[in-house]
């Protein structure tokens, strides 16, 4: 149980410090994004595409028994958001947390691995398993997924005692 109330601790700091650390950059940090290649991104239409005609989101988390769908409209549109149109590329030491598809009239519009924990923040969408467009994750978006970890945490220790 201690390590469950460690674990959550540590989940709930490591979006504190996220969304402490938003606006200020070192010059330093400048100069590292700077010299770092674009990422390929989605284009607008494929954005709005997405917006307009998911109707169905699918969720599985990869290293917890947590998957879940959404279909309600203003949810499924909002969740959608929380790909930010600006790219970024993954960092070696970051895992995927979650897998995400976006269905919309019975098919799969896209799919990909949701990066939020350990200082990462982005989703890699992919076409035939491959990676082909990387985006930031909105803050709503890390603390929407950080609070299904919260909640399943809180669950456990609930049934533990």
Do not use: W
């Not at 989605?42 to 989101?57: A, E, R």
């Amino acid at each position: 149980m201690n390590n469950l109330f460690s674990l959550v601790l540590l989940i709930s700091f490591s979006i504190l410090i996220y969304s402490c650390g938003g606006s200020e950059k070192s010059e330093q940090q400048e100069t590292i994004e700077e010299s770092t290649p674009t990422a390929p991104g989605m284009s607008n239409d494929d954005f709005n595409h997405l917006l307009n005609n998911v109707t169905n989101i699918e969720y599985l988390f990869i290293d917890y028994p947590i998957s879940f769908s959404q279909n309600e409209p203003n949810a499924v549109r909002q969740a959608v958001m929380f790909i930010e149109r600006e790219t970024a590329f993954p960092e070696p030491v970051c895992e995927p947390t979650a897998m995400i598809i976006f269905l919309g009239d019975g098919e799969i519009l896209a799919e990909g691995n949701v990066y939020f924990l350990e200082n990462c923040a982005y989703v890699v969408l992919e076409k035939d398993n491959e990676p082909v467009y990387y985006h930031k994750l909105s803050n709503q978006g890390y603390q929407f997924y950080n609070q299904v970890l919260v909640n399943y945490f809180n669950q456990l220790q609930q049934q533990q005692q």
